[in-house]
């Protein structure tokens, strides 16, 4: 029997009213497993609703209150790392390690939650004019929402909600409708951890429900995270709501390496970013830029290491990567490298028609490894975020061809510089244009207390997610000028004067 997936609203599951459903499938055998509902404009209003009434007094709750409660969340989390990473690799199709370190990524962001009491302490200055006080506080918005992608089911949702709901907000998330079985999984685990009905909503489904979520009047800011177009129209739409937008986009990430590198270990961080979760991964290395002669040792490297990697079922502890999402996603990775050699690139690994021998497993969406060399930057493999495991390498004579050919890409998520020399690779995080830089490190994701987030295209608004950022997103400050005058004064009289 097909399993269904519904809504989460004021504290339970609510069955879909619209009539409308997706399919939700394992990308290991292609069978359609689950039926997810799409909400109508009705239901995402009851999401909505039903977060505002939990706003009137969550909002009011005590700080010790919150973070009792997000403690008690991390501790199930914990618990329940395993059956969550296993909803993950059912429907996303990744392997089970990488979905478990999805899930402690996320993790990372409940622990910076619940210490939320010393980001959101205030500022006072006291004695700032004769007994005048000013003190700075931030409180939270209210009914915020955020929409997510399917790369990353668990983590994503977790870069949001936790801080939100820690600022005292409620919260609407709008899950991919790929893999929306770990959603609901973190509302079962948060109820059960003690927050209040209403204070985290998840509402399944298209652009129906997005849209509806972008023009409410009582939603306050909206955090999205997915491709650059729908960034780009998410935070146009709710900025002309009247919204606070966050939008992170795609990504084309590209790592330098230099011809003093140590080119071993740029080849295994090079194999590691690029096919890492079939190259599904908006930190994914995409694009090597292989400066002076380094180049064909490099290439031969990354090709000896890319061509032992275990293909398979995401459920299986042998497989290293597992199928693409959807047949869609598959065949159009395919495209890029079946076109690439009349687009002037070295296909060096062609694993556009593979396919994993098993049975039962021959309608997965599988694809091979592709390696592709002496990549023009015309070629749409560059141009284009592919977002499977094709690895596109680039050569440059020098570091400064390098890097004007990185800063000249749309976009600008993360890179990252191979080097030995200190000097080389302090020059290139001051002139690299892109959020997040490595220093010998492929996937500079950074930790939970700094923020994340790219630059050009890869982000519209002017908060990063998490960290500081994300405090800053779900509250807004507020300055308090207070004059106790002594008893003793003599009234201070009428003074039309602007004050100075
Ligand atoms: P997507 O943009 O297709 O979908 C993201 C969300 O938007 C989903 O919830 C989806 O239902 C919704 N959506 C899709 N089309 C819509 C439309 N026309 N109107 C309104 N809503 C719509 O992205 P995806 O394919 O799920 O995820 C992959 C993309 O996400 C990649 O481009 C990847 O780089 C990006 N990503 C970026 C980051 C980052 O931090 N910058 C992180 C993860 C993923």
Same mark, same amino acid.
């Given at each position: 029997m097909t399993k269904i997936v519904n809504h989460w609203i004021g504290g339970k599951t609510v069955e879909g009213a619209s009539g409308t459903h997706g399919p939700v499938t394992n990308p290991a055998t292609g069978a359609v497993t689950t039926k997810v509902a799409f909400a109508s404009v009705d239901e995402v209003d009851a999401a909505v609703a039903a977060a505002k009434e939990a706003y009137a007094t969550w909002g009011q709750s005590s700080l010790a209150q919150r973070t009792s409660i997000l403690f008690k969340f991390r501790a199930l989390l914990d618990a329940n790392r395993d059956a969550i990473a296993e909803l993950i690799t059912a429907e996303h199709g990744k392997v089970h390690s990488d979905a478990l370190g999805e899930v402690a990524r996320g993790l990372e962001i409940v622990d910076l939650a619940c210490g939320i009491s010393v980001q959101l302490k205030g500022e006072l200055s006291t004695q700032?004019?004769?007994?005048v006080d000013v003190s700075s506080i931030r409180q939270p918005l209210g009914v915020v929402a955020g929409i997510t992608p399917f790369n990353f089911p668990a983590m994503v949702p977790m870069w949001m909600f936790p801080i939100a709901i820690a600022c005292g907000n409620t919260f609407v998330l709008k899950p !991919? =409708?790929?893999?929306?079985?770990a959603s609901l999984k973190i509302a079962e685990l948060l109820a059960e951890a003690?927050?209040?009905?209403?204070v985290f909503n998840v509402v399944h489904g298209d652009k129906v429900a997005v849209d509806r979520l972008l023009e409410?009047?009582?939603?306050k800011a909206v955090s999205f995270v997915g491709s650059t177009p729908i960034a780009r129209y998410i935070h146009t739409t709710a900025s002309a709501n009247g919204k606070r937008v966050q939008a992170l986009g795609g990504a084309k990430n590209h790592m330098l390496v230099l011809p003093d590198a140590d080119l071993d270990a740029a080849a295994d961080a090079a194999v590691s970013a690029a096919y890492g979760s079939a190259g599904e991964r908006?930190?994914?290395?995409s694009a090597v830029v292989a400066v002076g002669s380094i180049g064909d040792e490099l290439v031969e490297k990354i090709r000896e290491r890319a061509e032992k990697i275990k293909i398979g079922p995401?459920?299986?502890?042998? !497989? =290293?990567m597992g199928p693409l999402i959807t047949r869609v996603h598959r065949d159009k990775v395919a495209s890029y490298v079946e076109g690439a050699a009349a687009e002037g690139?070295?296909?060096?690994?062609?694993?556009?028609a593979y396919t994993y021998e098993g049975a039962g497993f021959e309608d997965g969406h599988w694809i091979g490894i592709s390696l592709l060399d002496?990549?023009?930057?015309?070629?749409k493999a560059y141009q284009?975020?592919?977002?499977?495991p094709v690895l596109t390498v680039l050569r440059t004579e020098t570091y400064e061809e390098a890097l004007e050919l990185i800063n000249a890409s749309p976009f600008g998520n993360g890179t990252a510089i191979f080097t030995r020399d200190g000097g080389a690779a302090r020059r290139f995080q001051l002139e690299v244009e892109a959020g997040m830089v490595g220093v010998n490190v492929?996937?500079?994701?950074?930790?939970?207390y700094h923020s994340f987030g790219g630059w050009k295209d890869s982000l519209f608004g002017d908060h990063h997610i998490y960290g500081n950022d994300g405090t800053h997103f779900y509250t807004r400050g507020k300055v308090v000028t207070t004059r106790w005058p002594?008893?003793?004064?003599?009234p201070a009289g009428v003074d039309l004067g602007f004050p100075r």
């Open positions: 700032v004019a004769s007994r !991919s =409708e790929k893999d929306p079985s003690g927050l209040p009905d209403g409410h009047p009582d939603v908006c930190m994914a290395i995401g459920d299986d502890p042998a !497989s =290293e690139c070295e296909v060096v690994l062609d694993g556009s002496k990549v023009p930057t015309s070629a284009d975020e592919i977002f499977g492929p996937i500079p994701v950074p930790v939970g002594d008893p003793a004064d003599a």
